[in-house]
């Protein structure tokens, strides 16, 4: 096992995509192998050294940024261990990123549908903040692929669950340690707090806990036959009303719940204001001058849509006068590589922005109800209209989830942004909404866990925290401010 205490060294490890600053570690590990990763739990354990696990750092939380302790970073267990096509099952350990993922799945035919937008991303991390991405409005999030993982407890013990799978009669019951249940995580997305539901697998506790329960070493997720052909368009509309409405009236009529079932061909809705749009015309000169708003809707074809899609497009946009020739097209390989990179562009632009301005990232990560979505929509656009701060709305409107980024360009603009976010996650919450549906909680978004869930709710999960780790060593600072 390697072992870091060189200042220089360890800097590299002291930051993520949410800008914070003033993270510090007297150390790092880098294990190379589950006995290894056991090794350093039981010393950190027996020492009581505070313990931040660290994966690709692409985060936008601060959760894998330590303040004291030791970094053990996922970094060189980074290895495929099998993939069974029949069972379309893949083995893998936590450092592996998702470009790792695609790249070995696409000469089998395969893929892993969550699709997160930051390929560098590991499955770890992914794991650890229930990751979600444009395809989840299909697909569902991180979660409904994860079918096993192997963790290493700080006590030693080693616990390795498999999706349905009850573990009864033990301390690791987890129906026991959520008996008389304080909350329920919302039926949406969610990356907030410790999962709760009836009857849940003990797996779901660990997934989205952002590192503070246990480590990760080996994954085994679920895979989905490769798409045989999709069709992907960027359509521009005249005002955010009308890129709104076209997606709302879209799913209604092909009467899509708030978690559309597997056998819908439409993979995402992602929607950019204009603000979005002119923040990219730099790069993509050829964005029309006049758009106020823009929807990108990708869709698998198959044998069923194949001779009727383009005609069935065309009339949907074309109540909202806007003619589907006009429209950016994915028709050849080359064009959807194209729209992907125009996609994957945004959150880059946005956190240059942030970097260029020496800010920590402010920024939403709701989502709400189905039913919800139009309120919290025109809430947004309300408080935003009068704030005179700069804003870029853009994400996953397919899910009822975008991300509203404020910029402070000024420092007495910084109080204000940071008090408009925490009027969102009021909103959201006061909707049945959640503060956080991809990206986590970390130690950023500590405050906002509290405006979601009551006192007992959060005490119960430190109880859960305590159950596992006892001296409060791991992931220190994640969801709790202990």
Not at 101 to 127: C, F, M, S, V, W
Request: hydrophobic share 40%; with cysteine; net charge negative.
């Amino acid at each position: 096992m390697l072992k870091k205490i060189d200042p220089d060294i360890i800097k590299g490890y002291l930051e993520d995509s949410s800008n914070m600053i003033g993270g510090f570690a007297e150390g790092l590990y880098i294990p190379e192998n589950d006995a290894e990763v056991r090794e350093i739990l039981l010393e950190c354990q027996a020492k009581s050294t505070p313990l931040t696990v660290s994966a690709a750092q692409t985060g936008t939380t601060g959760g894998c940024i330590p303040f004291g302790g030791w970094i053990l970073t996922t970094q060189k267990l980074d290895k495929i261990l099998n993939i069974d096509e029949k069972a379309r099952l893949m083995t893998i350990q936590p450092g592996i990123s998702l470009e790792q993922i695609d790249l070995a799945l696409q000469k089998r035919h395969l893929l892993y549908p969550p699709d997160p937008t930051e390929k560098k991303a590991t499955i770890g991390g992914n794991i650890s903040t229930n990751a979600s991405g444009g395809r989840c409005y299909r697909f569902g999030a991180t979660r409904d692929w994860i079918k096993r993982l192997r963790i290493q407890l700080l006590n030693g013990e080693t616990l390795d669950i498999k999706r349905g799978e009850k573990v009864l009669g033990s301390r690791f019951d987890v129906n026991e340690l959520l008996k008389d249940p304080q909350y329920q995580t919302p039926n949406i997305k969610c990356s907030a707090g410790y999962y709760s539901r009836p009857n849940m697998d003990l797996i779901d506790l660990f997934i989205g806990s952002e590192g503070t329960l246990g480590v990760i070493t080996e994954v085994d997720i679920g895979l989905y036959p490769a798409f045989v052909e999709i069709f992907d368009l960027v359509a521009f509309f005249a005002s955010e009303e009308k890129a709104v409405d076209f997606v709302l009236t879209t799913k209604r009529s092909n009467q899509l719940s708030t978690q559309p079932p597997i056998n819908q061909t439409t993979n995402f809705y992602e929607f950019f204001d204009e603000n979005t749009l002119q923040m990219l015309r730099p790069a993509y000169p050829h964005i029309p001058a006049d758009a106020k708003a823009a929807i990108y809707v990708e869709e698998e074809l198959n044998e069923i849509n194949q001779q009727t899609y383009f005609d069935d497009w065309s009339a949907r946009l074309e109540k909202y006068g806007v003619v589907l020739e006009d429209c950016w097209l994915g028709i050849t390989s080359k064009q959807k590589e194209e729209l992907a990179k125009f996609r994957h562009a945004i959150p880059e632009h946005i956190n240059e922005l942030f970097k260029l301005h020496h800010q920590t990232k402010i920024a939403t990560d709701i989502a709400v109800p189905e039913d919800k979505f139009l309120e919290m929509f025109d809430y947004y656009t309300l408080e935003l209209s009068t704030s005179n701060l700069f804003y870029i709305k853009f994400g996953h409107i397919g899910d009822n989830h975008l991300h509203v980024n404020l910029l402070a360009r000024e420092e007495k603009d910084l109080t204000l942004a940071q008090a408009l976010v925490l009027k969102f996650i009021k909103k959201a919450v006061s909707l049945g909404g959640t503060a956080s549906a991809e990206h986590g909680i970390g130690k950023l978004k500590v405050n906002y866990l509290k405006e979601m869930y009551s006192k007992k709710a959060l005490d119960q999960m430190l109880h859960v925290k305590k159950h596992f780790d006892p001296k409060l060593i791991l992931g220190k600072g994640n969801l709790f401010n202990s």
